[in-house]
C-alpha cells in the first residue's frame, strides 16, 4: 500500500495529497463527547475507516490526518496513539470545528517540508497543487480508492472529484447498492498559492459542493462503502439490496457482515427490500427523487456538473413549488 505517512513529495509531483476524517470534533462547546460514545465509534473506525485505508492499493504517497477532541480519557488517547503509528497523524484539539484546523495542519507540515531536505534529496520540495479527500470516521473505502482519486486529477483550480457509486452495510450485515450524488467521500483539487491556506474539501458542504465549485462525477464501480448504525445520521437503507460478493472483493474490511448469502435467500431478501423501499418512497419522497436523479446522471457516464445553485433535484422542486405558493403540511 501507499506510505500514508510521509507529506513530502519528490520535485516533479504534481500535488500533495491528504485523507481527512473528523473522529470527534467539537461542534458544541463545552460538551465533550462521552467515552462510551467514543469507544462505540472506534470499534466503527477500526472495523472500517482504519482497515480500509491501511489496505489502499497502487496509489501515490498520501498523508491521512485524523480530528480527535483532546478532552478524552487517557486510555483512549493511549489506543488511539497505538492505531495512529505508521497509519495516520491525530490532531488532537478542542477548537470549535472549522476546516482551518486541517488547513493549518497541513500548512505546518508543509512548511516542515520546506525547511528540511526532500525524499529524493532535493530539499523544499512542495508540490504545486493539493487535493483533500473526506472520509467519516464510521466509513470505508474500496482498495483502489486512492488511487483512482489521484487518476482523476486535472490541474483546475476548485473542482471536485465524486464517485457516486458505493455501498451501503446496515446493523444487519446485509449490504446495498447506493448511487449518491456529491457523495460524502469528496475530494478538493485546489493550486497552492504562497501566504494563503488551503480551503480543504470540508470548505464545502458536500451535498451541495456544486455551489461552491463544478463536480465531477465519475461513473466506477462501488468505490465507497458506508456504515448504517444507531448513532449514525443516514440511518435509512435507501440502495438496492445486492449481495456481497462485490464487498468482498473490492474492500478491505474487519467489519462484521453476511459474507456469503444464498441465491434464494438473496432473491427473498432483494424481494422484501423493494417492498419496504416503495414505502420509504411513499414517506419520503424526497428519497426518490434523489434516487431518480443519480440514477440520470450515472446513465450519463463520467461527466462534470457545472457550479450552480448546489440544491438536488428534491430541493429545487421544493424550490420552485414554494415560490408558487404550495407549502408542504
Known amino acids: 500500500m501507499a506510505s500514508p505517512a510521509d507529506p513530502a513529495r519528490s520535485g516533479s509531483a504534481p500535488f500533495d495529497h491528504y485523507l481527512l476524517t473528523r473522529f470527534s470534533a467539537a461542534f458544541t462547546p463545552g460538551e465533550p463527547a462521552q467515552a462510551e460514545w467514543l469507544r462505540y465509534r472506534l470499534g466503527f473506525f477500526v472495523d472500517a475507516c482504519w482497515s480500509s485505508v491501511l489496505g489502499q492499493q497502487g496509489a501515490s504517497d498520501f498523508t491521512w490526518l485524523v480530528l480527535f477532541d483532546d478532552r478524552c480519557p487517557d486510555d483512549f488517547r493511549a489506543d488511539v496513539e497505538s492505531l495512529a503509528a505508521g497509519a495516520f497523524t491525530p490532531i488532537?484539539?478542542?477548537?470549535?470545528?472549522?476546516?482551518?484546523?486541517?488547513?493549518?495542519?497541513?500548512?505546518?507540515?508543509?512548511?516542515?517540508?520546506?525547511?528540511?531536505?526532500?525524499?529524493?534529496?532535493?530539499?523544499?520540495?512542495?508540490?504545486?497543487?493539493?487535493?483533500?479527500?473526506?472520509?467519516?470516521?464510521?466509513?470505508?473505502i474500496a482498495r483502489d480508492f486512492m488511487a483512482a482519486v489521484q487518476r482523476e486529477f486535472t490541474p483546475t483550480d476548485?473542482?471536485?472529484?465524486?464517485?457516486?457509486?458505493?455501498?451501503?452495510?446496515?446493523?444487519?450485515?446485509?449490504?446495498?447498492?447506493?448511487?449518491?450524488?456529491?457523495?460524502?467521500?469528496?475530494?478538493?483539487?485546489?493550486?497552492?498559492?504562497?501566504?494563503?491556506?488551503?480551503?480543504?474539501?470540508?470548505?464545502?458542504?458536500?451535498?451541495?459542493?456544486?455551489?461552491?465549485?463544478?463536480?465531477?462525477?465519475?461513473?466506477?464501480?462501488?468505490?465507497?462503502?458506508?456504515?448504517?448504525?444507531?448513532?449514525?445520521?443516514?440511518n435509512?437503507?435507501?440502495?438496492?439490496?445486492?449481495?456481497?460478493?462485490?464487498?468482498?472483493?473490492?474492500?478491505?474490511?474487519?467489519?462484521?457482515?453476511?459474507?456469503?448469502?444464498?441465491?434464494?435467500?438473496?432473491?427473498?431478501?432483494?424481494?422484501?427490500?423493494?417492498?419496504?423501499?416503495?414505502?420509504?418512497?411513499?414517506?419520503?419522497?424526497?428519497?426518490?427523487?434523489?434516487?431518480?436523479?443519480a440514477k440520470f446522471w450515472r446513465l450519463r457516464g463520467t461527466h462534470v456538473r457545472p457550479r450552480g445553485s448546489g440544491l438536488n433535484l428534491t430541493e429545487s422542486l421544493k424550490a420552485k413549488l414554494a415560490r408558487r405558493g404550495w407549502r408542504p403540511r
Open 158 to 234: 476548485g473542482l471536485f472529484v465524486d464517485f457516486p457509486r458505493g455501498i451501503q452495510i446496515d446493523r444487519s450485515g446485509n449490504t446495498y447498492l447506493y448511487d449518491q450524488l456529491s457523495s460524502p467521500f469528496l475530494t478538493l483539487v485546489e493550486q497552492r498559492h504562497e501566504g494563503r491556506q488551503p480551503q480543504t474539501v470540508y470548505a464545502a458542504r458536500h451535498a451541495r459542493a456544486s455551489a461552491w465549485g463544478p463536480v465531477r462525477e465519475v461513473s466506477a464501480p462501488p468505490m465507497w462503502v458506508q456504515v448504517i448504525h444507531g448513532s449514525n445520521l443516514l
Open 236 to 293: 435509512m437503507t435507501v440502495g438496492a439490496r445486492v449481495s456481497p460478493r462485490v464487498v468482498n472483493e473490492r474492500f478491505e474490511l474487519a467489519l462484521v457482515y453476511d459474507r456469503d448469502v444464498p441465491l434464494p435467500s438473496l432473491l427473498r431478501q432483494k424481494a422484501v427490500h423493494r417492498l419496504r423501499l416503495m414505502g420509504v418512497w411513499w414517506r419520503h419522497p424526497g428519497e426518490a427523487t434523489k434516487w431518480a436523479e
Open 92 to 140: 488532537w484539539s478542542h477548537e470549535p470545528w472549522s476546516p482551518s484546523i486541517f488547513a493549518r495542519a497541513i500548512e505546518s507540515r508543509r512548511v516542515g517540508a520546506e525547511g528540511s531536505e526532500g525524499a529524493g534529496g532535493t530539499g523544499g520540495a512542495v508540490a504545486p497543487w493539493l487535493l483533500t479527500t473526506r472520509l467519516d470516521s464510521d466509513d470505508g
